[in-house]
C-alpha cells in the first residue's frame, strides 16, 4: 500500500469517536421524533408524523424561530461592533503586550458559560453595577431592568460569542495587507476614508466568517437565554431543552432539534454563497 | 531655496537608527535616487517625505512650505510602492480613480484622465480588469498610473522594479524615465540597484547607515567616489593595501605606487580604467604600474576579465573583448593613469 | 474466556439459589436515583446509612439524577440494560415511568408495609410504586421583609413590584400554583383557570424571573428577590441552614401536594437488596428520621413524628386542611395548556 492510499487512515479516529459520540445518538434522535406522545407525557412507540405535523403548524414554532433568528442576529451584530475594533487592533499592533491582549480578548472562552452569566447578573441585576452606578449618579429612580428578559441575554450572548468572533475575524484577516491602506492614504484618502474604503471592503470575508460562526453559535446556545431570560426569552434551544427535560415529550424535543439543525444548515450554506461571493 | 528639501531627519525605532541624519534638497522636475543596500535607511526617507511614518527630528518642506506634520493624505505624493499595493476589490480603472475621486473630481473629468493615464502606460482596454488578472509588469503600470494621474508634487518610487523579471525591469526603467521627463515630474526613488539609479535619475544619493555618503551626478559618484563605502558600493574596483617599502615610500606589491598616503590606508582602481603591457614596456607619463603574473583570463561577453597576480594580492583589469587576451602565466605590467588612482584610509576594526 | 465462565456459573446459581435463602442473605450494590444537594445529603444520612447497617453486605450508591424529568429520560434510556435499581422522583413523572413500563408493580404480598402508607400516598402510584414524601408549595419570604406576608393574596402588595421570582409551568411549582390562585379566586381548576390567568396577568409585571436559577430560596438569600415560590422542605430546611434568613408560609388560601414516589426499576440487575431497599425507605422508622430531618411530610401513617418537627409540615392536622385536592394526572393532561396560557397571557404581561 502506498502512502497516499493509507493517508485515509488519519480519519479513523475522528470518524469513530463522531460515530460513537454524534451520529449514533442523532439516529436515536430521528428515531424519537417519530413516536407519539400518550395524554400524560408516556412515550408511545410509533412510526408517525403526528409530532411532525402538529409542531410544525404550531404558531408558537414560528415565533420560536423569528425569535431564535433575531436574538442571535442582534447578539452577533453587537458582537461584531465590539470584536471587529479589537480584532484590528490586535492584527495590527506592534505592541509586545500584543500576546497578553490577545489571551485578555478571549479569556472568556476559557471561562465557564454558567460562571460568566452569574457574573452577568451581579453586573446588570436591580443592585448590580450599572443600575446602582446610574441610580448613585441620580440619572434613574427606578434600577432599569437589564436581566431576566430579552436585553439581559442579548448582552450576555454577545459577550459570549465575541472571543469566537475576535479569532475568526484574526484568521480572516490575510488579505488586510497595511500597504494597502498607506496606498490609499497616499492617494489623498484621510484615515477614516481609508478605512471605508479599503480596509472594510477587504475585511468582508473575515466579516462574514465571524458573523456566520457567531450566528451559529448564538442559535444554538442555551445557558444565556435560560439563566439571563428569566423565563421571558423563548428561542428553539430552549424550548427543545424545556420539552425534553421538564416536559419529558422527547418527540417534540426531537422535531424541534432536527427542524433547529436543518435550518441552522440552510443559514450556513446561504452564509458560505455570501462569503465566496464577497471573497471574489 | 530648493524645490523639496530635506533638513536633519532623523527616525529612531528603540535603540536602532533607522536614519541618522538625512538633508537633501532636490529641483523641480528633478529625479534623484537614494541607492544604498538594505537596511540603510532609503525606503525610511522616501516615508517620512510620503507622511507614512513620522520622522523623531528634522523638516520637510515642499515648494516652500513646511510638510513635516502634513498628514499623508494632504501631502499630494505619488508613492509608487514595491509590491505595487493594488486594491484587489477595485477594478483597474477604479485604483486609478481612487486618488480623484478622494479629491471629489467630477465623474466625467476622472473618466477623461483615466482614460489618459492608461493610455500613457499602455493598457487601454484594460480598465474593467481585475488587479490579480495582470501580469507583474501590467500591475506596475497601473501602480504608476494611479500614482501620477493625481499630477502629485513629488514622484515616489519605492523599490518600484525589483520584483520584475530582468528583461522588463530594462524596458520599464526607460518607459519610466521618459515619462518622468516628459512630464517633467520631480521624483524620488529609491533603489538597491546601481544600474537603476544611474539610468533613471540626474543624480544619486548613495546612502549608508541612515546618512547620505555622497551626493551627486552618476559621474560624480562613479568617477570620484568621496568614502570608501561609495567606492566599493558603486561599480567594481581593485582594493590594493597600502605599505611602505625600505625608503618608506607607498608601496603595493611591494612595488613603489606614486600616490600620498597615510598610514593604514588602501588603494582603489577602477578595473576598466587599467590597461595591460608587457612587462618591458617603459612606464608612460602620469601612468602608475605594477608588474605581476597573468593568473588567468575570463571572457564575459563585452569585456575579458585578467585576473594578474603580484607578490601579496591580486588584482583584475578589464580589457575590451576586441583586443588580444595576454597569455596565462605570463609577466605583465598593469599601468593606469595616475589620476585614476583613490585612497581611503582602512576603517577601524 | 475462565472470566465469562465464572460470572456465568454465577448467576445461574443465584437464580437457582431459594427466594429465602436470597433474603437472608442480601449483597451486592443497588443504585438509587434522586435529587442532588441537600435532598441526597439528608436521605442518607437518614435513610440510606441505616440501610447499610442493617444490611452490611449492601451498598447503596446515591446517583444524583438531575430534576424528575431528567430522570425519567435517563430510565428510560437504559430500558434495555438499568443501570438504577430504585427512583425516587416527582410523581408526574414516575407515572410516565409507569405507563411505559419502566417501573415494577409492588404488590401488598411482597410489601407488606404498603398497608401501613396512608390512602393517598397508595393512590398517588396506583399499582406501581407509592408515595415516599409529601411537601406541598409555598411562598418563601425574606424574613426582613416588613410586613410579612400572610396569605397568598399578599403576594400581589404593590411593594413586592421587581422582588417576586416564580417559576412559571411548565415547573410543577407554576402548574401548583395555578391551581392555588384559581381556589383563591374562588374557582376550580378543574373547570377553568381564566381567573388564576386574570390575577396572575396582574402579578407578571412585578414579575422578576419566570425561571429562577438555581432556586427561589438562593435568589432570596442572595438578594434578587424578596419572594418566590418555594416548596416546603427545602424551605424549611434553607431556614434552619441560615439562621432564619427565609420564612416559608403556607397560604392560608390552600396549598398542592408535591409528591414524590418510590420506584422498583423493572429488570433491577440487584432486586432482592433493590425491593428491601424500597421497603425500608417507607418503613415507620425511615419515614419518621427522614421527616425529622428534612421536614417532607411521612406517607406511612403509622410512623410517630414529633410534634415539633410534625407543626412545620404539611401533615399536622391544621396544614393538611388547607390542601386543594390536587390529582396531577389530571394536571399533566391540561399542561401543554396551561403552559401556552401562561406563555401568552402571564409572561406576555410581565415582559
Known amino acids: 500500500m502506498t502512502a497516499s492510499r493509507r493517508l485515509p487512515l488519519l480519519l479513523v479516529p475522528a470518524t469513530l469517536f463522531l460515530f460513537v459520540v454524534y451520529v449514533w445518538p442523532s439516529l436515536g434522535l430521528f428515531r424519537n421524533a417519530f413516536n407519539e406522545v400518550g395524554p400524560t407525557g408516556a412515550m408511545v412507540e410509533a412510526w408517525s408524523l403526528e409530532t411532525w405535523r402538529a409542531t410544525l403548524h404550531d404558531s408558537f414554532t414560528i415565533e420560536l424561530t423569528l425569535n431564535s433568528l433575531w436574538l442571535s442576529s442582534m447578539a452577533t451584530l453587537i458582537a461584531l461592533c465590539m470584536a471587529y475594533p479589537v480584532s484590528l487592533f490586535l492584527f495590527r499592533t506592534d505592541s509586545r503586550f500584543r500576546g497578553l491582549l490577545a489571551v485578555v480578548a478571549i479569556m472568556p472562552m476559557l471561562v465557564s458559560g454558567v460562571v460568566r452569566v452569574f457574573g452577568w447578573l451581579a453586573i446588570l441585576g436591580d443592585r448590580g453595577l450599572v443600575n446602582t452606578t446610574l441610580q448613585s449618579l441620580g440619572l434613574i429612580t427606578a434600577p432599569l431592568r437589564l436581566v431576566f428578559n430579552w436585553t439581559g441575554v442579548t448582552i450576555g450572548l454577545a459577550e459570549s460569542i465575541m472571543p469566537y468572533m475576535i479569532l475568526a475575524l484574526l484568521a480572516g484577516f490575510g488579505r488586510l495587507d497595511r500597504t494597502l491602506e498607506e496606498a490609499a492614504r497616499s492617494l489623498g484618502a484621510s484615515p477614516w476614508r481609508t478605512f471605508w474604503r479599503v480596509t472594510l471592503p477587504l475585511s468582508l470575508p473575515a466579516i462574514a466568517l465571524a458573523a456566520g460562526l457567531g450566528f451559529v453559535l448564538s442559535m444554538s446556545a442555551y445557558i444565556t437565554p435560560k439563566l439571563l431570560g428569566g423565563g421571558r426569552v423563548f428561542v428553539l434551544a430552549t424550548e427543545i431543552f424545556e420539552q425534553a427535560t421538564t416536559n419529558t415529550n422527547w418527540p417534540v424535543a426531537s422535531v424541534l432539534a432536527i427542524y433547529t439543525l436543518l435550518l441552522l444548515l440552510a443559514l450556513l450554506a446561504l452564509s458560505n454563497l455570501l462569503a465566496r461571493r464577497l471573497q471574489r | 531655496m530648493s524645490y523639496l528639501e530635506l533638513s536633519g531627519l532623523q527616525k529612531r525605532y528603540g535603540n536602532s537608527v533607522a536614519v541618522d541624519d538625512v538633508s537633501l534638497a532636490v529641483e523641480q522636475g528633478e529625479s534623484v535616487a537614494l541607492l544604498g543596500p538594505s537596511g540603510c535607511g532609503k525606503t525610511t526617507t522616501l516615508r517620512m517625505l510620503a507622511g507614512l511614518i513620522e520622522p523623531n527630528r528634522g523638516t520637510m518642506t515642499l515648494d516652500g512650505s513646511e510638510i513635516t506634520q502634513l498628514p499623508a493624505h494632504k501631502r499630494n505624493m505619488g508613492y509608487v510602492f514595491q509590491s505595487y499595493a493594488l486594491f484587489p476589490h477595485l477594478s483597474v480603472a477604479r485604483n486609478i480613480a481612487f486618488g480623484l475621486e478622494e479629491r471629489g473630481v467630477g465623474r466625467a473629468e476622472i473618466a477623461k484622465r483615466v482614460e489618459e493615464a492608461l493610455a500613457l502606460v499602455r493598457l487601454a482596454g484594460m480598465e474593467q480588469r481585475r488587479p490579480k488578472e495582470l501580469s507583474g509588469g501590467q500591475q506596475q503600470r497601473v501602480a504608476l498610473a494611479r500614482a501620477l494621474v493625481i499630477q502629485p508634487s513629488v514622484l515616489l518610487l519605492d523599490e518600484s522594479l525589483s520584483n520584475l523579471d530582468a528583461k522588463l525591469r530594462d524596458a520599464m526603467r526607460h518607459e519610466i524615465r521618459s515619462i518622468q521627463r516628459s512630464l517633467g515630474i520631480t521624483t524620488l526613488l529609491v533603489t538597491h540597484d546601481q544600474v537603476e539609479a544611474l539610468t533613471m535619475c540626474d543624480r544619486i544619493a548613495v546612502m549608508h547607515r541612515g546618512r547620505i555618503a555622497q551626493i551627486g551626478s552618476a559621474e560624480d559618484i562613479y568617477e570620484r567616489p568621496a568614502t570608501r563605502f561609495v567606492a566599493e558600493f558603486v561599480g567594481r574596483a581593485n582594493v590594493l593595501p597600502i605599505q611602505r617599502d625600505a625608503q618608506g615610500r607607498a608601496a603595493v606589491w611591494g612595488q613603489a605606487v606614486p600616490v600620498e598616503a597615510a598610514a593604514n590606508a588602501d588603494l582603489f582602481v577602477r578595473p576598466q580604467r587599467m590597461r595591460i603591457v608587457p612587462a618591458s614596456e617603459p612606464t608612460g607619463d602620469g601612468m602608475a604600474r605594477l608588474t605581476g603574473r597573468v593568473l588567468r583570463s575570463v571572457f564575459v561577453g563585452d569585456h575579458v576579465e585578467v585576473l594578474v597576480e603580484g607578490a601579496g594580492g591580486q588584482l583584475t583589469v578589464e580589457m575590451p573583448s576586441g583586443m588580444a587576451a595576454p597569455t596565462e602565466g605570463g609577466e605583465v605590467a598593469v599601468v593606469w593613469p595616475r589620476a585614476e588612482s583613490r585612497v581611503f584610509a582602512r576603517e577601524a576594526p | ?351
Open chain 3, 1 to 351: 474466556m475462565l472470566t465469562r465462565r465464572l460470572v456465568v456459573q454465577t448467576g445461574l446459581a443465584t437464580i437457582a439459589m431459594p427466594a429465602v435463602l436470597r433474603a437472608q442473605t442480601l449483597s451486592g450494590q443497588i443504585t438509587l436515583m434522586s435529587y442532588a444537594g441537600i435532598f441526597q445529603d439528608n436521605y442518607t444520612k437518614a435513610v440510606i446509612e441505616p440501610f447499610q447497617q442493617a444490611h452490611p453486605g449492601v451498598k447503596v450508591n446515591f446517583v444524583p439524577g438531575g430534576s424528575s424529568a431528567q430522570m425519567v429520560g435517563s430510565v428510560r434510556a437504559q430500558k434495555a440494560d438499568p443501570q438504577t435499581d430504585v427512583v425516587i422522583m416527582d410523581v408526574t413523572t414516575s407515572s410516565i415511568g409507569n405507563a411505559e413500563g419502566l417501573f415494577e408493580k409492588l404488590m401488598p404480598a411482597e410489601f407488606p408495609v404498603l398497608n401501613e402508607l396512608l390512602p393517598e400516598a397508595r393512590a398517588a402510584g396506583g399499582e406501581f410504586g407509592p408515595a415516599v414524601t409529601f411537601d406541598h408549595l409555598v411562598i418563601v419570604q425574606d424574613s426582613s421583609l416588613k410586613p410579612q406576608l400572610a396569605k397568598l393574596a399578599d403576594l400581589w402588595r404593590p411593594d413586592l413590584k421587581g422582588g417576586i421570582a416564580l417559576a412559571a409551568p411548565p415547573n410543577i411549582q407554576g402548574l401548583a400554583l395555578t391551581a392555588m390562585t384559581e381556589k383563591m379566586e374562588g374557582g376550580d381548576y378543574r373547570k377553568s383557570i381564566d381567573a388564576a390567568m386574570k390575577k396572575l396577568k396582574e402579578l407578571a409585571p412585578g414579575v422578576t424571573t419566570f425561571d429562577p436559577n438555581p432556586d427561589g430560596y438562593s435568589l432570596i438569600l442572595n438578594g434578587v428577590a424578596k419572594v418566590a415560590t418555594g416548596w416546603n422542605a427545602r424551605a424549611q430546611l434553607y431556614s434552619d441552614q441560615t439562621g432564619g434568613k427565609i420564612n416559608a408560609l403556607l397560604p392560608p388560601e390552600g396549598s398542592v401536594f408535591q409528591i414524590n414516589t418510590i420506584n422498583l426499576t423493572a429488570g433491577s440487575k440487584n432486586r432482592a437488596a433493590a425491593a428491601a431497599f424500597v421497603a425500608h425507605a417507607l418503613s415507620q422508622g425511615a419515614q419518621k428520621a427522614f421527616t425529622e430531618r428534612m421536614f417532607y411530610a411521612p406517607t406511612n401513617g403509622k410512623a410517630e413524628i414529633e410534634a415539633k418537627a410534625l407543626a412545620r409540615t404539611a401533615a399536622s392536622p391544621e396544614n393538611r386542611a388547607r390542601m386543594i385536592p390536587v390529582d396531577w394526572n389530571e394536571i399533566l393532561k391540561m399542561r401543554d395548556q396551561w403552559n401556552n396560557r401562561w406563555r401568552r397571557e402571564v409572561i406576555a404581561a410581565g415582559r
